[in-house]
């Protein structure tokens, strides 16, 4: 508002300046001599007062624009955080329940090979010795297959894949080997 005052102090200094100027005996076309240069001052002081009013509203429109850009990226960068923190979460809670069925099957698969390896000590007590050597092979063969798939298993998620998107890697079919056998003699 303040901006206004010296534009209107002006036009009040002119306009009394005017007034005093003009002659004291204003008849007929006298008073147009008077009222033009009001009007013309007061027109321009108008021009002067809008140039004003639209300069302080384009820096209001800018100021309103930054703070709007300011809060619009606080709440990307906002967002941006929740939904890693989300994501975040979600893996980790995905892979604990991971470890707890793996943590049930585990002990599930032990005791069906404890089971399997108790039942071949009882046929070799009982004197089924065959029978009971091979439930104890093929319990222990199943466990160290076992054991080698897990084992496999935790390599491979703790080494990152050489290609991504689940595909093998091969070669060019122009590149693969073949293996070639000797030519066969007469007399074999």
């Known amino acids: 508002m303040l901006k206004f005052l010296p534009g209107i102090m002006?036009?009040?200094?002119?306009?009394?300046?005017?007034?005093?100027?003009?002659?004291?005996?204003?008849?007929?076309?006298?008073?147009f001599r008077l009222?033009?240069?009001?009007?013309?001052?007061?027109?321009?002081?108008?021009?002067?007062f809008g140039a004003v009013a639209a300069h302080q509203r384009k820096d209001e429109i800018s100021r309103l624009q930054e703070?709007?850009?300011?809060?619009r990226e606080a709440?990307?960068?906002?967002?941006?955080?929740a939904k890693a923190?989300?994501?975040?979460?979600?893996?980790?809670?995905?892979?604990?329940?991971v470890r707890r069925t793996s943590t049930q099957a585990n002990i599930k698969v032990g005791m069906a090979f404890a089971g399997m390896a108790g039942i071949g000590g009882l046929l070799l007590l009982t004197q089924f010795m065959t029978l009971g050597l091979l439930t104890l092979t093929?319990?222990?063969?199943?466990?160290?297959?076992?054991v080698l798939?897990?084992?496999?298993?935790?390599?491979?998620?703790?080494?990152?894949?050489?290609?991504?998107?689940?595909?093998t890697p091969s070669l060019p079919a122009?590149?693969?080997s073949t293996i070639q056998l000797p030519p066969l003699k007469k007399g074999d």
Request: aromatic residues 6%; positive net charge; glycine residues 8%.
């Open 10 to 31: 002006l036009l009040q200094a002119i306009t009394v300046a005017l007034v005093l100027i003009a002659p004291t005996d204003l008849v007929d076309w006298g008073w």
């Open 35 to 48: 009222i033009i240069p009001v009007v013309i001052v007061g027109l321009l002081t108008a021009f002067w």
């Open 67 to 71: 703070n709007h850009a300011r809060e």
């Open 75 to 81: 709440l990307r960068v906002n967002a941006e955080r």
């Open 85 to 97: 923190k989300v994501v975040k979460q979600a893996h980790q809670e995905t892979m604990q329940e």
């Open 138 to 146: 093929t319990a222990g063969g199943a466990l160290g297959g076992y």
């Open 149 to 167: 798939r897990i084992r496999q298993e935790k390599r491979n998620t703790s080494q990152p894949p050489l290609v991504r998107g689940g595909a």
């Open 174 to 176: 122009n590149n693969r």
